[in-house]
C-alpha cells in the first residue's frame, strides 16, 4: 500500500470495469476510501471485494447517474460513510456504435448524451459543495477523439469534446473556490471498447486504430490509471484546466507508424493491479 492518497475519499464513476476498475484498485492501494460507482448489472460489488481482500477500503453505489436524485445520493453515501470528499473521477462512459453519421442511430447518440455527458454534469453539480469544503479536484474522462474527432464514430468523439471544454470552463470558475479540474484522455485502451470480438469496433478500425499509435499498441488501464493518480494527488498541486493525452502518441501519429514502432514500445508494461473487469465494459445500449 502507498500513500499518494492517504486519507483522501473518491467518487470513481464508471469503477466497475475497464479504465474505471483500475483507477479504483490504484486509489486504493494509494491510501483512498473508494466509492465504486456503476449501473445495476455491473460488476461494482466484486471490484470492492477485490480492493477490501487487498487491504483497501471502499464501498459500491449502483444507480444511473445521470439522474440527478442518483448523483445526489452517490455523494451522500461518499459523506455518510467517510464524512468528507475529497475528488471525483468522472470516468464513465459508453461507446455504443461505429456507423457513418448518415446511418448514425438517434437511439445511440441519445445513449452518448445521457451517459458521456448528462452523468459527467450531474456528478460534477452534486459534488461541488463537498470538493470546495475540501479544497478538492475533479477529473474527467476526455478522449483524444475529442481532441481529433472520430471518424465512424462521429458523436462520441463530440461528447468528448464536450467534456474538454466544460473542464476548462469548470477549471476557471471554480479555481474561486479552490477546486482543481483536469481531463485525463485516454487513446486506444485495452478494454472491451477496441476489440472487434467484444465492441463496436470493426476489425478493420480495430487494426488501423492501433497501427496509428506511435506505439504500435493499446494501451493498459493500469496506464491510464497512474496518470489519474497523479492529477488527482496533491503533487499535482499546480495543476488545473489541463488535459493529460494517454493515447500512445495517436494525436501527433501521421500515418501508420506504429507498425515501425521498436519491440520495447510495443510491449505492454507488467502492471501491479489484479484487474479482473477489463472486458466487462458497457459496449451496447441497455436500459
Given amino acids: 500500500m502507498g500513500n499518494r492518497l492517504e486519507r483522501k475519499v473518491a467518487i470513481v464513476t464508471g469503477g466497475g470495469s475497464g479504465i ?18 456503476g449501473l ?8 470492492v471485494k477485490e480492493i477490501e481482500q487487498q487491504g483497501g477500503i471502499a464501498v459500491g453505489y449502483k444507480g444511473d447517474i445521470s439522474i440527478e436524485a442518483n448523483a445526489k445520493a452517490c455523494v451522500e453515501l461518499a459523506i455518510r460513510m467517510y464524512d468528507r470528499l475529497n475528488i471525483l473521477i468522472n470516468n464513465a462512459g459508453v461507446f455504443p456504435e461505429t456507423n457513418y453519421l448518415q446511418d448514425f442511430s438517434e437511439e445511440a447518440f441519445d445513449y452518448l448524451i445521457r451517459n458521456n455527458i448528462k452523468s459527467t454534469f450531474m456528478m460534477t453539480k452534486a459534488a461541488l459543495p463537498e470538493l470546495q469544503k475540501t479544497k478538492g479536484n475533479i ?38 473556490f479552490g477546486v482543481r479540474c483536469n481531463i485525463v484522455a485516454p487513446g486506444l485502451i485495452d478494454t472491451a471498447w477496441t476489440h472487434a470480438s467484444t465492441g463496436p469496433m470493426s476489425s478493420e478500425m480495430e487494426k488501423s486504430t492501433t497501427s496509428g499509435t506511435l ?73
Fill in 139 to 176: 477529473v474527467t474522462a476526455g478522449s483524444e477523439a475529442g481532441h481529433m474527432g472520430e471518424p465512424q464514430a462521429v458523436p462520441y468523439g463530440g461528447t468528448k469534446g464536450f467534456n474538454h471544454a466544460f473542464t476548462k470552463g469548470l477549471a476557471s470558475e471554480q479555481a474561486h
Fill in 20 to 37: 474505471g476498475e483500475a483507477i479504483c484498485k490504484k486509489f486504493a492501494q494509494e491510501g483512498a476510501r473508494v466509492v465504486v460507482v
Fill in 40 to 47: 445495476s448489472d455491473d460488476p461494482v460489488d466484486e471490484v
Fill in 215 to 287: 506505439m504500435g499498441r493499446r494501451g493498459t488501464p493500469e496506464e491510464v490509471a497512474n496518470v489519474y493518480l497523479f492529477v488527482a494527488s496533491d503533487e499535482a498541486s499546480y495543476v488545473t484546466g489541463a488535459i493529460y493525452y494517454v493515447d500512445g502518441g495517436t494525436t501527433i501519429a501521421k500515418g501508420p507508424l506504429g507498425e515501425k514502432a521498436a519491440d520495447n514500445l510495443k510491449t505492454e508494461p507488467q502492471g501491479e493491479l489484479e484487474l479482473q473487469h477489463a472486458m466487462d465494459g458497457h459496449t451496447s445500449i441497455r436500459e
